[in-house]
């Protein structure tokens, strides 16, 4: 098991960017894949992002050009650029571990878009 902290979220207008940060407890190296999640109110939980212990990535259509998943194995960070936001990328964040069918997630952090 493994705990996952995120932070970055909050309040941006829209056009604006934020960065979250996802650290874990231990480390990721060479066997998790890191995804990252939102839940917006009333939406389904949907998958954003996810990078494999390869290093290849897997997008949502809705953020695809916008959005960078990327994990640092060293300091067992994982990231999410978000490039131009837009009022619908308002969720809760959160990020996620997947091995052999076992999933760890965070807390979360709130990503607000709004002028």
């Given at each position: ?34 995804g ?5 109110p009333?939406?389904q ?58 999933d ?12």
């Open positions: 098991q493994v705990q996952l902290v995120e932070s970055g979220g909050g309040l941006v207008q829209p056009g604006g960017s934020l960065r979250l940060s996802c650290a874990a407890s231990r480390s990721i190296f060479g066997i998790y894949t890191m990252w999640y939102r839940q917006a009333g939406k939980h949907e998958l954003v992002a996810s990078i494999r212990p390869s290093g290849s990535t897997n997008y949502a259509d809705s953020v695809k050009g916008r959005f960078t998943i990327s994990r640092d194995n060293a300091k067992n960070m994982v990231y999410l650029q978000m490039n131009s936001l837009k009022p619908e990328d308002t969720a809760i964040y959160y990020c996620n571990a997947a091995f052999k069918g076992f760890d997630w965070g807390q979360g952090t709130q990503v607000t878009v709004s002028s």
